[in-house]
């Protein structure tokens, strides 16, 4: 929220820049001193899960193997598009820990001024860099499930969050990439991938996304790419689990170096059963200009 002048009780536009600009220090003292927004997100989700009636049936029935009959039955092993808030809660709920974690074990530390953020979930990639050191930052957001999009939006305006705009987009279309072209103009923008290539619903947009990407402007892009390291599915090229990915870099001229990496995190305040987990991630971080 910006602050106006009549709100100060005093008139003029100077007093209207001060407010703003003090506003926007005050909010990079709360990066400084470093708010785990993670950790509030994940509290607001287990509450929400709480209260609803559903969730206190499949936990009753399911006991200790509730995590896994969410992630297996309901979401479908995150195939599912999670287009009502219930399913993109027990998303939020089930896999944005293992992805919030993969991706902070793999995350520069420098802060970029845009995030785009494709197949941006429930906000994962702007939450895990509010765990950077660093200055606010703008999020464009491309994701299909309006699930999705209604709590990433709720994350990006959460108390103590350092993004200052985010703007949610369904499909690719020409609004979503003009937007992306003003945001990137001349600035340093971080491109997202977090489990995007995971998938089939990514498909037919490899190519024509290399392309927008291409034609941005930016200071500098950085590109965070995130996958399972396996098993691969039969729709992916080549039965290659970053079959699309590869796909998608070679239309940008680029040759894939792929790494691997582990991560744990601990599940606090869980529905079922607090626990540590841990995984690996494949991974690659390169620098597209
Ligand atoms: C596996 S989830 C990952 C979500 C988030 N990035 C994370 O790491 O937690 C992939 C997301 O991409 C979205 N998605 C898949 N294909 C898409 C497309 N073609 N356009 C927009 N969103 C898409 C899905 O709806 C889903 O929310």
Known sequence: MRISSPYLGFGGDS????ANRLQSW?????????IDMFDTF?????????????????ISKHGDDFDQHIGNQVLERGQRPC??????????????PMHHAAL???MPETSPNVLIDFGGGPGTAMLALSGNRGTTFERLSLELAQGMRAIASVAASMEGSICKRNSEHAFPE????????????????LLVFSYFFAQELTRPFVRALANRIAALSPSAMTLIYTNPVGPSASWMPRGD?????????????????????????NVLSNLAEPVTRSGDCAYEVWKVR
């Open 26 to 34: 005050l909010t990079n003292l709360g990066a400084w001193l470093l």
């Open 15 to 18: 007093w209207t820049r001060f």
């Open 83 to 96: 287009e009502t808030e219930y399913l993109a809660l027990l998303y939020a709920y089930r896999y944005a």
């Open 104 to 106: 902070r074990s793999v």
């Open 241 to 265: 689990v970053h079959g699309w990915y590869k796909e998608f870099t070679k239309h940008l001229g680029h040759q894939v170096r792929i790494l691997q990496q582990s991560y744990s995190y």
């Open 174 to 189: 020409s609004r979503f990439w003009e937007e992306a072209a003003r945001m990137a103009d001349g600035r340093a923008v």
């Open 42 to 58: 994940y509290d607001h989700v287990v509450e929400r899960l709480r209260g609803m009636q559903e969730v206190r049936r499949l």
